[in-house]
């Protein structure tokens, strides 16, 4: 069984797929979230912004927000403005934002996968302040996710989201605004050794 566990990360669904954003306090974060989202908000949407509570089901790492949190996004020059959000959603790629020197133009295997409570994922570095970090994650996703699996088509990520929470007695539907106010419930998984995503 694996219990939720929060981190201090944002993550954004592009569709169906995860992305779960790491690094320091005022690397970014909230703003790489912010330009994937506007890209598509037809197709994007917010998982959480700050804080995120993690969970493996299944051999998966899903991804949702704190409840005091959810649907809330900081905009630099704004505050924290409400928007339309989805939870839990499985997450597919890892993007660990760090200082140029840290980010290698050409990294090697081991440096593309990040193990994340036992589940090995796809991850990728970038340079904090690039100004084409949402350009490399759609990019990534295309190459490291879809390409993989080939069958999974961009759709948004109510679906699978619904299907998750049925299971753990948690409703998912995407909310714009506001707080949503989970279920009782708990994503359950084997919580041992190391399972790679699919």
């Known amino acids: 069984m694996s219990l939720p566990e929060t981190v201090h990360a944002s993550a954004v669904a592009i569709g169906a797929h995860g992305v ?7 690397s970014g974060k909230s703003s790489l979230v912010l330009g994937l989202i506007d890209r598509d ?3 994007n949407q917010l998982i959480a912004d700050d804080r ?40 597919a790629l890892v993007v660990d934002l760090l200082p140029p020197d840290q980010c290698p133009r050409m990294p090697e295997p081991a440096e593309m996968e990040a193990n994340v409570m036992g589940v090995v994922l796809p991850r990728l570095m970038l340079p904090i302040g690039v100004g084409d970090a949402a350009a490399r994650v759609r990019f990534a996703l295309g190459r490291l996710v879809r390409a993989a699996r080939p069958e999974t ?10 299907c998750v929470a049925e299971s753990i007695g948690q409703d998912s539907a995407p909310r714009r605004g506001g707080v949503q106010t989970p279920r009782e419930g ?12 699919r």
């Open 20 to 26: 779960l954003v790491r690094g320091a306090s005022g």
């Open 41 to 43: 908000p037809a197709l």
């Open 52 to 91: 995120v509570e993690l969970a493996v089901a299944g051999g998966r790492l899903f991804a949702r927000a704190p409840t005091a949190l959810a649907g809330k996004l900081e905009v630099r020059g704004l505050g924290i403005v409400d928007i339309a959000h989805v939870s839990p959603v499985a997450i």
């Open 153 to 162: 088509a961009i759709a948004p990520a109510t679906t699978e989201a619904s």
């Open 186 to 197: 708990r994503m359950t998984g084997n919580g041992s050794g190391k399972t790679r995503s």
